[in-house]
């Protein structure tokens, strides 16, 4: 069974920048995707990206514009993300989530989800 680890999260101020890391262990197929959603208060679920190791591919949600940068290290079975310039409307539960093969359809579809780390954007 797939294991999520979640690390990253918690205060920071507007205008700062965030780290988020997530660690799966227990993939069971050559080709998988790990991916993050967000749930933020009022817009629903949303992606912010996905790394599919099928072709080492970046597919980023529209939710956070350019402010997103994604680094994976395949054999670790990890992706990270740096959260640039976060404002009061990025508070929410960050989910890290994984899919075989690709990423989820609108990046938000997905088999599995960690349990999600809370991010909040506050002064």
């Known amino acids: 069974e797939e294991q999520f680890v979640e690390s990253g999260g918690g205060l920071v101020q507007p205008g700062g920048s965030l780290r988020l890391s997530c660690t799966v262990s227990g993939i069971r197929f050559d080709s998988w995707a790990i991916g993050w959603v967000r749930q933020v208060p009022g817009k629903g679920r949303e992606g912010v990206v996905c790394f599919a190791s099928s072709d080492n591919s970046k597919h980023y949600g529209s939710s956070m514009g350019g402010r997103v940068t994604v680094s994976s290290d395949s054999t670790k079975k990890t992706v990270s993300l740096r959260l640039d310039n976060m404002q009061p409307d990025d508070s929410g539960e960050y989910f890290c989530?994984?899919?075989?093969?690709?990423?989820?359809?609108?990046?938000?579809?997905?088999?599995?989800w960690g349990q999600g780390t809370q991010v909040r954007v506050s002064s």
């Open positions: 989530v994984l899919n075989y093969p690709y990423c989820g359809a609108s990046l938000v579809q997905y088999h599995k």
